[in-house]
């Protein structure tokens, strides 16, 4: 696997990490991030449609991740830890509780 971009956020075999250790700056950042990855791993054969990906963390990063991978085909289960508001299913925490925008 040559691909710099997979070099730089591989944390074990075809495991990725886009979050943590980067301290992400904008959610720009992160959707953008969430696709190359889909689109990279794809293109050097590390997901395809016979196979499941786990994408971990429904924010920004992840959620852009899940819809890209869904839409090149390849099954996605998407979870979070925090993901529950009043018992309804709610992704983006971190933007839900923002009032102002
Ligand atoms: C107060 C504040 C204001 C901000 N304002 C802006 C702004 O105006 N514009 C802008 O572009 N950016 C802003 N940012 C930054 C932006 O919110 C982040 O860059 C972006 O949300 C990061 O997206 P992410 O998906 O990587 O992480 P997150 O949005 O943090 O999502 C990570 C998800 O992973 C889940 N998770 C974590 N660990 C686990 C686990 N072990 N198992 C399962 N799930 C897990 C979490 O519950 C969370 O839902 C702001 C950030 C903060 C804190």
Known sequence: MADPFLLAHQ?????FDLSG????ISIRDQMVRGRMLIDRAIEANLI???EILLVIGAGACGATAAVR???RD???????????????P???RLQHQCKTR
Do not use: M, W
Not at 74 to 88: G, H
């Open 11 to 15: 944390v074990g075999p075809r495991i």
């Open 21 to 24: 250790k980067l301290n992400p």
């Open 48 to 50: 395809g449609p016979d």
């Open 69 to 71: 991978a869904a839409e």
């Open 74 to 88: 390849i099954k996605t289960l998407l979870i979070d830890k925090n993901s529950y508001v009043n018992d309804e």
């Open 90 to 92: 709610t992704p983006f």
